[in-house]
């Protein structure tokens, strides 16, 4: 890495640590990390760090003018086109910004204010606790949320870990301002904070340098933080073995189908055991190939998902495991199936392939993080906040190589064993009789007790804690592939999307049979690109094993992707391997064989998909929004197909719909990363030759190039579905606009306006009136018109309330129209927000591919930001009035 890119390390006037990271970019990153999390909590705390993060992006002014907060700090940070959020977990909150590089120093000053000692107002104390319990409400309908909590608080039930973040809503109904503030002064002191900034920090001068830490000095040093000591809270220690049966959790739960999970206690981050467990929760659970998935999924069909990997945020963590099964009948099957994928790598160990596929992958984990000033900067605060060493990552790295197989079958004996395991199953309601003794039983029986096995003796490692504008190029082949370029020296990394025109609207509006029984192909089809080939010039081609091992053998990602317009797969990888992989993306793109047996195993996901849209009230609630809006446009459904659709969908309809689509002069080739122009003319050359014979084979299929608009309603539509949970969801919205229209900038600046932590929407509804902790505008731009709307989720009691706030909203924005300070923070926000959206290779691969393919004319960065500020607030009513006031409306309502 060029000596540029080395972090510096730094100390302000009161102690607190800085790291500044030089990053070449057009986006610039600020962290400050608060070393207090749900863990550092006492008994009638439950959930304060939480709430303390709630409660800071309050006006820091609120208390001493005695009136309520406006989203003040968001307001004027979303103005200078940043994004700021925060997150709190077991040992920290995290409070970031991301802005546009050159309103660095301005962002930091502003967001700065959140750190100065405050004290709360009672009326946003009050407030603020209802949006989490709004919040905590919505967990209790997730049935991903309900499973990993069980298993927390399974595993963990002295620890701290083993309470969620959140709180409980009996401590937070009793929560007084006074027991908030006396959290916060005991643990927002100094000694328990740091700053990590990445962007662009050095300039010819050092003059940026001085600047950005001039204002750090002036928010976060002695002058607003005085120097403290922390006081630490010693935690309960978990038991390294517990005696008798281990716990198994039956959860009755509004699902379509179980999960079962497991957890093994594993031991804290920087024991000497951990770079063996990361390597052997990654030989079970990584990817297609760990041995989990390969015997659930593949060889058994017990599976639709299977997945496992380590946790371990500081304090002691945690293995764990999950399977989706089709029904309640095959949960023990799966987990004595898992039990013996356990016990076989105990007995037998991995092979040297398994071990150098799970290393490059945790490897690459490191590279892929440099993608964005974001990520860099979340494993530095890590590095620096929670393990402090710097070095932990190259010592670790070492370390890994080190492990062999015998290591592997050391530290399996040692942790999974039912001494260490917990286990939770999550059933449908009516299935909740189902006991888990033979899950227990199983795995005393197939693991054996801790007291057989041998210890692994602790070795001493080498780790441990420290002492002390965007631009395209576009041309077409020879063929007609159009293809579309944009290098970055700077990257380690490449991305390459490959598209056509496809997806639910042409297989829809033009089947291969009918559209009732191709419903849901693009979908299959996507699933399935990437599980065999032909292979070239009869060379023989790969099956899913083969292609997966060259993928995950190199840390890569290849993946079809189907959506509402198109079709197509995105690799992304190392630039290291861009001759392998390169390769390996024209025989999949070209030579896809949809292989019988693999189209069977990804029909048993999708239908696994279709049956659990009812146990999300979201998706259910988009679902009815949808079939409610277009009832002749193929938009009114989900791109998943029906459980009656996918049943008619086998290999050679996917082939003909990939014959169909997939000519040259409908291919679009979008190529981000470190990747030459002699590199990609390279491969360039061979995909276009092998194209052009395959267009010549196939005769062309005439396919319509626009369809008809979905009518305009003829009076407003209502549709509700009551389910009896926590919360209701609720989706009020439109006809929306065509993705080539001209009026889609003043609707996505409406949006903005709308959206986000100062946005009208959130402020009115949430800030003011707690009516709500997910408030936000939605839409959908498409080839013809798609659809606009609001979506809100709160208490039942709420619903007619949150109904009408919406529109009150509105309408107000119609009548009076945006004042010139929101208009000015939307616009920059807009301009922000789409610098950051497009950091990574893979995300400007696949914009810059489907503005190509969809024939949007290309803007420069400079005609964007004309474009973007020569909107007026008489443009952005215009929107409003004829979008989401005039028309009638569509009201889908579940819960």
């Known amino acids: ?449 801790a007291e057989l096995v041998r210890s692994a003796t602790p070795r001493k490692t080498a780790r441990g804690a420290a002492k002390g504008g965007l631009g395209a190029e576009t041309f077409t082949l020879p063929s007609g592939i159009k293809v579309v370029h944009f290098e970055r020296p700077q990257s380690h990394v490449f991305s390459v999307h490959a598209s056509v025109l496809g997806g639910l609207r042409l297989e829809l509006a033009h089947p291969v049979e009918s559209a009732a029984l191709d419903w849901g192909a693009s979908h299959l089809l996507a699933n399935t690109f990437n599980k065999g080939t032909r292979g070239f010039d009869g060379q023989g081609g790969k099956d899913s094993r083969a292609i997966a091992s060259i993928i995950e053998g190199h840390a890569s990602g290849l993946e079809g992707f189907s959506g509402r317009n198109s079709v197509g797969v995105q690799l992304t990888g190392l630039t290291r391997d861009w001759g392998t992989l390169s390769a390996l993306l024209s025989e999949v793109l070209l030579t896809a064989s949809f292989p019988d047996t693999e189209v069977d195993h990804s029909r048993r996901v999708v239908e696994d998909q279709i049956r659990g849209i009812e146990d999300h009230s979201s998706q259910l609630c988009s679902k009815l929004f949808l079939e409610a809006l277009f009832e002749k446009h193929p938009y009114g459904k989900l791109t998943t197909g029906s459980l009656e659709s996918i049943q008619a969908i086998g290999s050679a309809k996917l082939a003909r719909f990939h014959q169909a689509w997939l000519r040259p002069e409908r291919l679009v080739l979008s190529v981000s990363g470190a990747i030459r122009r002699p590199m990609l003319d390279q491969w360039l050359a061979e995909i276009d030759a092998r194209a052009a014979a395959i267009g010549r084979e196939r005769p062309p299929v005439e396919l319509p190039v626009t369809l008809a608009d979905e009518p305009a309603l003829k009076g407003p539509r209502w549709v509700e579905k009551s389910l009896g949970r926590e919360q209701v969801h609720i989706l009020v919205g439109g006809l929306g606009t065509r993705i080539f229209a001209e009026d889609r900038f003043a609707l996505r600046l409406l949006q903005t306006l709308l959206g986000g932590q100062s946005g009208r929407l959130f402020i009115e509804l949430r800030e003011k009136k707690s009516l709500a902790y997910t408030v936000a505008p939605v839409s959908f731009e498409g080839l013809e018109r798609g659809y606009v709307g609001t979506y809100i989720a709160c208490a039942p009691q709420k619903k007619d309330e949150a109904i009408a706030g919406i529109r009150a909203v509105l309408e107000k924005l119609v009548e009076k129209g945006p004042t010139p300070a929101e208009m000015a923070r939307a616009k920059e926000y807009l301009l922000g927000r789409r610098a950051m959206d497009l950091q990574s290779d893979s995300a400007l691969a696949s914009h810059y591919g489907l503005e190509a393919l969809y024939g949007i004319p290309p803007l420069d960065e400079a005609a964007l930001i004309r474009k973007i500020n020569s909107l007026t607030a008489r443009a952005v009513r215009d929107v409003c009035r004829d979008y989401l006031v005039t028309p009638h409306q569509v009201t889908a309502v579940v819960g």
């Open 1 to 449: 890495m060029p000596k540029n890119f080395q972090p510096e390390e730094l100390t302000l006037s009161n102690g607190i640590p800085l790291i500044l990271q030089h990053y070449e970019s057009p986006v610039a990153a600020t962290y400050w990390w608060v070393k207090t999390g749900s863990a550092d909590e006492g008994k009638g705390e439950e959930g304060f760090a939480h709430f303390l993060e709630h409660m800071l992006f309050k006006d820091a002014a609120a208390k001493e003018t005695g009136r309520a907060s406006t989203g003040q700090t968001a307001r004027a940070i979303e103005s200078l086109g940043g994004d700021i959020n925060a997150y709190t977990s077991f040992d920290q909150t995290v409070y970031h910004v991301t802005c546009a590089a050159h309103h660095w120093e301005r962002v930091i000053d502003v967001f700065g204010l959140m750190a100065k000692p405050q004290r709360f107002l009672k009326d946003d104390f009050e407030r603020e606790r209802e949006v989490i319990l709004e919040e905590l409400r919505k967990n209790e309908d997730s049935p991903g949320r309900q499973l990993f909590q069980n298993l927390f608080t399974q595993t963990f039930r002295k620890h701290p870990y083993g309470r969620p973040v959140i709180g409980y809503a009996k401590t937070l109904k009793a929560a007084k301002v006074g027991q908030l503030e006396a959290f916060y002064k005991r643990n927002y002191v100094s000694a328990k904070m740091g700053l990590v900034l990445v962007g662009p920090v050095q300039d010819a001068t050092g003059a940026r340098k001085k600047a950005i830490i001039r204002a750090l000095e002036k928010r976060f040093g002695q002058g607003v933080i005085p120097r403290r000591v922390a006081t630490v809270r010693p935690r309960p220690a978990e038991p390294e073995l517990r005696k008798g049966t281990p716990p198994v959790l039956v959860k009755g739960f509004d699902v379509k189908t179980p999960t079962v999970s497991f957890s093994f206690r594993a031991p804290e981050l920087l024991h000497s055991d951990i770079p063996a467990l990361d390597l052997l929760a990654g030989i079970l659970g990584m990817g297609e190939l760990g041995r989990l998935y390969q015997q659930l999924f593949y060889k058994t069909s017990i599976a639709t998902e299977v997945s496992g990997s380590l946790f371990v945020p500081k304090d002691p963590g945690m293995l764990y495991f999950e399977a989706e099964v089709p029904d309640v009948s095959k949960v023990n099957a799966a987990a004595e199936e898992i039990f013996k994928e356990m016990r076989r790598l105990r007995d037998e160990g991995p092979t040297e392939q398994e071990l150098a596929r799970v290393i490059v992958n945790i490897e690459s984990e490191r590279l892929y993080a440099t993608q964005t000033a974001d990520g860099l900067a979340g494993r530095l605060g890590f590095l620096k906040y929670i393990l402090g060493n710097m070095e932990f990552d190259r010592a670790y790295l070492e370390e890994l190589h080190l492990v062999d197989a015998a290591r592997i079958r050391e530290v399996v004996a040692k942790y999974l064993v039912p001494e260490r395991m917990s286990s939770v199953v999550l059933v449908p309601k009516n299935e909740s009789t189902f006991e888990g003794g033979e899950i227990a039983a199983a795995a005393a029986r197939i693991l054996g007790s």
